[in-house]
Structure formats: structure tokens, C-alpha cells
């Protein structure tokens, strides 16, 4: 189980961080990600880590403002929102891909199997 928490409503240029706690499940062999949705829009990808948080992946448009971290000791994933702009308004999605793989971090969508409530964070311009 994947539970998010941290969202909210911000101005823009503020800053949240957003965290997601995973149980029942041996955290450290999980890749995770975070994705987003808008209003009216599809799903799309924010950023991911590898199992160990050496190697991170970013989407073009969070690059330089978001950071995603994890605790495996406290079996959580972080992403730190800085800068935030109005269009970064959507309910925020941690998804966790268990399993081997030559690949350090995921992308697509596809590929995560479990996914968290998400969290509502709103930027009011």
C-alpha cells in the first residue's frame, strides 16, 4: 500500500514537499515514480528513482525545480516542489515497479504497478 500526503494549496513560487509512505511491501526493491494529472488532461510522468536513490529521471518540464529522494530506512519517497507555477496544479501520484531489471528507473507509466491515492496540490497564481 501506497499512501501520498504533503499536498495543498500554494502561491506560486512557493514550495511543498510531498511524501509517500509505502507498507506491506520491501521498499528497497521497489523503483518509484511520481506522476500528475491536471484537470482535463492524461496522467504523465514527474520523476522516478532507483531502488538505491542514486539515479534519478526527471520530466523536462519539473527539471531544476523538483527533487524526488527516498528514505528506504523509513520506507518513504520525497518530492521536494520548488518554484511551483500554476500549471503545476494537479492531484500528484507515487507508484512503486517491483521487480528485476537491467534499467535503474522508469518512465512510462506502464511500467509501475502499484500506485498511491494521489494528493491534490493546487498553485494559485
Known amino acids: 500500500q501506497l499512501q501520498a500526503s504533503g499536498g495543498g494549496l500554494v502561491q506560486a513560487g512557493g514550495s511543498l514537499r510531498l511524501s509517500c509512505t509505502s507498507s506491506?511491501?520491501?521498499?528497497?526493491?521497489?523503483?518509484m515514480g511520481w506522476f500528475r494529472q491536471a484537470p482535463g488532461k492524461e496522467r504523465e510522468f514527474v520523476a522516478t528513482?532507483?531502488?538505491?536513490?542514486?539515479?534519478?529521471a526527471y520530466a523536462s518540464s519539473v527539471k531544476g525545480r523538483f527533487t524526488i529522494s527516498r528514505d528506504n530506512a523509513k520506507n518513504t519517497v520525497y518530492l521536494q516542489m520548488n518554484n511551483l507555477k500554476s500549471e503545476d496544479t494537479a492531484v500528484f501520484y507515487c507508484?512503486?515497479?517491483?521487480?528485476?531489471?537491467?534499467?535503474?528507473?522508469?518512465?512510462?507509466?506502464?511500467?509501475?504497478?502499484?500506485w498511491g491515492q494521489g494528493t491534490l496540490v493546487t498553485v494559485s497564481s
Open positions: 507508484a512503486a515497479r517491483f521487480g528485476s531489471s537491467t534499467r535503474n528507473y522508469f518512465t512510462e507509466e506502464s511500467s509501475y504497478s502499484y
Open positions: 506491506g511491501r520491501t521498499f528497497s526493491m521497489d523503483v
Open positions: 528513482i532507483s531502488r538505491s536513490g542514486g539515479q534519478t
